[in-house]
């Protein structure tokens, strides 16, 4: 028998592009910022209270956000260590600084629901007295039961 070589015939080029790799590294990018999403907010955990309230203004200025915790301690999520508490003359002193720099930047309080109505008050007169024209008070949604 006689060998034959059977000279195969060209392939043509095949010009696809294959997503499926794009669509793989989308998913992946998708998880990861689902993870890192909560970890953005910023301000110290305190136990928030529940009202109905409107959303602030997403085009503003980042908000300047001071907590106060159950036990009465203030926190400023600006510069330094966000997590050390500060007296309130230093939170005053810092407000005003940032508000010099840029007067609209909205300043919020984060209170603890059980924190005295007369130490949210004692820092909201602080906050306003360092040239916050208006605080905001931070509530959570209220939950359906």
């Known amino acids: 028998m006689s060998t034959q070589f059977i000279k195969p015939r060209p392939r043509r080029l095949l010009a696809e592009i294959n997503v499926v790799p794009y669509i793989d590294v989308m998913l992946v990018l998708l998880v990861v910022f689902m993870v ?4 953005l907010m910023q301000g110290v955990e305190v136990d928030l209270p529940q009202a109905p309230s409107a959303p602030i203004d997403s085009d503003r200025d980042e908000p300047l956000i001071v907590s106060i915790k159950a036990d009465g301690s203030l926190y400023i999520d ?13 939170i005053a002193a810092t407000v005003k600084k940032v508000l010099a720099q840029k007067p609209t930047t909205p300043v919020l309080v984060w209170g603890d629901q059980a924190v005295p109505y007369g130490a949210v008050v004692q820092l909201m007169t602080a906050l306003q007295t360092a ?8 509530t959570e949604p209220p939950r359906d039961l």
């Open 36 to 39: 890192a999403a909560p970890l």
């Open 78 to 90: 600006l510069g330094g260590d966000p997590d050390s508490p500060r007296p309130l003359p230093e």
């Open 131 to 138: 040239g916050a024209p208006s605080v905001g008070l931070v």
